[in-house]
């Protein structure tokens, strides 16, 4: 793919985006994404067939954003500690933001009947990044974990659960602050500042 038909690509992505973050998963049709993008039918189905194809391509991009994301706020950070409190802070943010984001599409998806053999590969490797960096903290005594696994999964279904509560209204963000913070306490980590909010 040449560089016009790949900033082509994002473009339709990107107005795309903002559709499903609207509509849900269900409503959106290939018409919307065409009125959203400015271009005729023929001209989307030459990078999508679906809205299916085009909302799975999506949730790839916020995955490897994600993945970027955390990468580079390690290579930022000193400790695991340090890493984990950015983590979970990060976390928070996501969960009361998410009128921008595709997470309530992403559900939509899932009990509508769709593949979420992503979803859960994405939940393994959130799992398994998590019990690294707690096996690598308890190692350097930056923490306190007896079983790094246990504690990780714990953590990730912890804010899954919590992402699920903010869609509904079923949690406010002081709470999910709290029980982030008492995530980190059960570890030994003072939280510092991490949920603080910038005015």
């Not at 499903?20 to 989307?44: E, H, N, P, Q």
């Not at 709290?178 to 939280?191: A, E, F, G, K, V």
Request: glycine share 8%; aromatic share 10%; net charge neutral.
């Amino acid at each position: 793919m040449g560089q016009k038909s790949e900033e082509k690509r994002q473009f339709i992505l990107k107005q795309a985006r903002e559709v499903f973050a609207k509509k849900g998963y269900r409503a959106v049709t290939m018409k919307d994404i065409v009125d959203a993008c400015g271009i005729s039918r023929g001209g989307l189905y030459l990078y999508f067939k679906s809205t299916k194809e085009i909302f799975l391509a999506l949730l790839k991009q916020e995955e490897e954003k994600a993945q970027n994301r955390f990468a580079e706020a390690v290579r930022d950070r000193t400790s695991s500690a340090e890493i984990l409190v950015w983590y979970l802070s990060q976390q928070v943010e996501a969960l009361f933001s998410w009128e921008d984001g595709l997470a309530a599409a992403g559900y939509e998806y899932a009990f509508s009947g769709g593949d979420v053999s992503d979803q859960t590969a994405r939940l393994d490797a959130s799992i398994r990044s998590l019990e690294y960096l707690l096996k690598v903290g308890s190692r350097r005594g930056e923490l306190v974990c007896t079983d790094p696994h246990d504690e990780a999964r714990a953590i990730c279904l912890a804010v899954e659960g919590m992402r699920i509560l903010s869609h509904t209204g079923g949690i406010r963000r002081e709470d999910a602050e709290h029980d982030l913070t008492y995530l980190l306490q059960r570890l030994q980590i003072s939280q510092g500042t991490a949920f603080d909010r910038k005015p």
